[in-house]
C-alpha cells in the first residue's frame, strides 16, 4: 500500500485502516516509512469523531509495535474554510527501553460473574508514558490561617500525560476492546525486560 521506498505493511492493519475511510493511503504511508524495514509484532487502530459546534472533527490514531520501537501514528483533519482539504499527521517513535509505564485499566460489568456469559470488559483504557508529555498543575498555596492575606506562592503536581486511548463496546464493538486488551498486554510484555 506505501508507494513511497516500496514499504510494505501486514494485510490485517492496511485493512483495519481502509476499513476506517479516513486518508487511507496517506496514513499507511507514514506508518510504513515509520516503521522502516523493522517487521510489525502488533497493531491498534483507533478511529475517533469529535463533535465541534455543527461540524465533525475525525482523529485516527495507530499504534504499532515493533522489535524495538512503539510507533504512534496520529491524523487530523485541518479543515480551513474556503481551502483545499488538508490533513496533519504525525508519527512518533519511542524506544520501547524508554516506555515508563503501560497501564490497562478494564471497567467491567457484573463482576461477580466474571468468567461467564453474564460479565464482560465494556471499556478500556490504555496509558502509555514514555515522559515526553509533562502537565503541571498549580494553584495559589494556602495556609489554615482564614484571615492570612501573605502571599504563599504556588502549589501543585507534575504529572506524566503522553499517550492514552479508550475503547467502549457501546461505541466500537466487544472486539475491539479484545483488541485493546491484546495490544496492551503485548505491549506491556514488551517494555517489562527492555530496561
Not at 501486514?10 to 481502509?18: F, K
Not at 478511529?47 to 504499532?64: G, K, M, P
Not at 512503539?70 to 479543515?79: K, M, P, R, S, Y
Not at 498555596?141 to 507534575?158: I, K, R, V
Request: charge should be negative; glycine fraction near 8%; hydrophobic fraction near 40%.
Amino acid at each position: 500500500m506505501s508507494p513511497r521506498l516500496g514499504l510494505t505493511l501486514p494485510a490485517a492493519l492496511v485493512d483495519e485502516i481502509r476499513t476506517c475511510g479516513y486518508f487511507p493511503e496517506l496514513i499507511a504511508d507514514s506508518i510504513a516509512v515509520a516503521c522502516g524495514a523493522e517487521p510489525v509484532r502488533g497493531h491498534l487502530v483507533h478511529h475517533e469523531a469529535t463533535f465541534n459546534h455543527d461540524e465533525i472533527q475525525r482523529h485516527l490514531s495507530v499504534l504499532v509495535l515493533t522489535p524495538s520501537r512503539l510507533i504512534v501514528g496520529h491524523t487530523d483533519e485541518n479543515a480551513v474554510p474556503g481551502e483545499p482539504t488538508q490533513a496533519l499527521t504525525t508519527t512518533e517513535s519511542v524506544a520501547l527501553a524508554g516506555i515508563k509505564s503501560v497501564a490497562l485499566s478494564q471497567i467491567v460489568a457484573n463482576p461477580e460473574s466474571f468468567g461467564s456469559r453474564n460479565s464482560a470488559v465494556v471499556e478500556s483504557w490504555l496509558t502509555i508514558g514514555w515522559g515526553m508529555v509533562r502537565r503541571i498543575e498549580l494553584e495559589p498555596a494556602q495556609c489554615a490561617d482564614p484571615h492570612c492575606e501573605a502571599d504563599h506562592g504556588y502549589s501543585g503536581d507534575l504529572a506524566g500525560d503522553d499517550f492514552t486511548v479508550r475503547i467502549s463496546a457501546a461505541a466500537h464493538g466487544e472486539g475491539k476492546v479484545a483488541e485493546l486488551i491484546a495490544f496492551a498486554t503485548m505491549l506491556q510484555a514488551a517494555t517489562g525486560g527492555a530496561r
